[in-house]
């Protein structure tokens, strides 16, 4: 090893030995067919193509993805007249309590009850311990509920949430709403 070992590191690495070391860098030089940076013309068709195909993407998540999740709302007499072809679907019905009609059991626990439109009616099995305040079997009527579950082969409807409106604006003879100004 001779004395002056920057002079031999400088040879070694094909350095000019007079250049000063406070403008050498321990980066190497870049090749000089370096690939360019593509055209800003090409780069913006590539960035619209890429937005294009995000697009695509989250329209076709709304289209398809979400198909199982709509829940459509129909009153009793309506889904008992269209039962073959709502079973198994997610589904909102709007009915009456039938008076007298309300089961719980403890053991599993259930709540059992009938749901009317006129003539029209429909046994709801709900598989859960708790119901709304406002879910009561008044003899006199007057109960109106809101269920969501699936209408099974069987006929019966199995719910997953219940849903009790204000009856205070309910009138038992007629089995409609009064007006707010009566």
Not at 1 to 17: F, P, S, W
Not at 103 to 112: I, L, N, Q, S, V
């Amino acid at each position: 090893m001779g004395k002056n070992l920057d002079a031999e590191l400088a040879a070694a690495a094909g350095v000019d030995e007079s250049a000063s070391t406070e403008n050498m860098s321990l980066e190497p030089a870049a090749p000089a067919s370096e690939a360019r940076p593509p055209e800003p013309r090409r780069r913006n068709l590539l960035l619209l193509f890429m937005l294009l195909l995000l697009m695509g993407g989250l329209v076709s998540l709304f289209i398809f993805g979400f198909k199982d999740a709509a829940i459509y709302s129909v009153p009793v007499g309506e889904l008992v007249q269209r039962r073959d072809e709502l079973v198994e679907r997610r589904v909102r019905i709007d009915g009456e309590l039938i008076p007298g009609s309300l089961r719980k059991r403890d053991k599993p626990c259930e709540y059992r009850f009938g749901l009317r439109d006129g003539d029209q009616q429909v046994q709801v099995r709900f598989p859960q311990c708790v119901v709304p305040d406002g879910f009561r079997d008044m003899p006199e009527g007057g109960v109106l509920v809101t269920v969501e579950g699936k209408l099974t082969p069987e006929g019966h409807f199995h719910a997953a949430s219940i849903m009790a409106k204000c009856s205070s604006k309910y009138d038992p003879e007629t089995h409609q709403m009064r007006d707010e100004g009566s």
